[in-house]
């Protein structure tokens, strides 16, 4: 583990924005190598703070390349979330899916994934008519279910949303001592009532259905045609099996936060989304209040991610345990 900055905004966007460059070269040894032909055109497409992704247009056709270069979620994973979704289902995922975790190309794995053809969906809903963000929603809907539907009877995927164990997982996390060097004296000083505080909690939920998840229910993880047709679904890096809220959760949270609020905020679309879910098959999970909470606390430790992939402490590190502190003493109170 790499030595950690102080909290600054300016070193955690230096760090988050430093990326190493590949070449023409590596990217056609990395397509020959499997037998997609020469690379004729090279274009970086720049992807987030843990991937590089790459355009690669060969005499044939035309490939993406993603090559992971920080340890945060799982390439390894996204191939098989692929391969188990054109196996089983309909949806228009990638039919070339090739995950190499050699680091003879790159010095990094990577993956190489055919061109699926459309837009964006996001920019594309944010553009168009409120009939076609209907359209799209509802066929968003029908893609999420299909996804949450499937059946994974191996251990080939991780497992993920399970709070049976949520107070020893904070424990853990509050008592490594890799990250008590690091974090500063102010961020220390909450850690003891945080440790009191869980010491006074046995609230365990009550667990709901579980599926496979695709990890990051998003707009812009899916491409759409002129019509608003959903013509690919992509990105199953943060791929697992677990408690369906986690997909279900993160869509309700992106129409409440997202903007322009003008749009997303609009709660006919939201209904539109249900709808199409629930058509496909998905069964819609409201969980109750205590559920919620644990779930608002243990999101509230989020900072420990940004340490662990980034070598830098992320600068909302304070406010997410002060949230935590608060999460927590609401549990205190439904438990009392």
Known sequence: MGRTTVIDKEAFRRVAEKKPVFTVE???????????????????L??????????????????FVKIKFRKAFSLKVQCRVTALLHETTDLPVSEICIFDEDTDVF????????????????PYFEATT???????????????????KQVV??????????????REDLQDKIQDEDLLRVLPAACQAKLPAIADLLDKIDVVPEPSSHGLLWGDVALHNILVDVEGRITGVHDFENGAVGDLLEDQLHIVGDFRTRKPREIYGQTHYQEEFWSGYEEAGGVRIEPDETYLKVRQATTGAGFYWFWE????????TPVWLEDLEVGLRQLVEIDA
């Not at 590596?26 to 970086?44: C, F, R, S």
């Not at 992939?309 to 909302?316: D, I, S, T, Y």
Request: overall charge neutral.
């Open 26 to 44: 590596q990217g056609g040894t990395a397509l020959g190598k499997h037998g997609l032909g020469p690379v004729v055109e090279w274009i970086d």
């Open 130 to 148: 409120d009939q076609q963000r209907c359209r799209v929603l509802r066929a968003f809907g029908s893609v999420v279910a299909i996804i949450n």
């Open 153 to 166: 009877s191996d251990d080939s995927l991780p497992r993920r949303g399970d709070l049976t164990h949520w």
């Open 46 to 63: 720049g992807a987030n703070v843990t991937n590089c992704m790459y355009k690669a247009i060969s005499q044939e056709a035309s490939y």
């Open 107 to 122: 010095g990094y794995p990577y993956l190489i994934s055919n061109e699926l053809p459309g837009v964006n969906g996001m």
């Open 309 to 316: 992939v980034l070598g830098v402490l992320h600068p909302k």
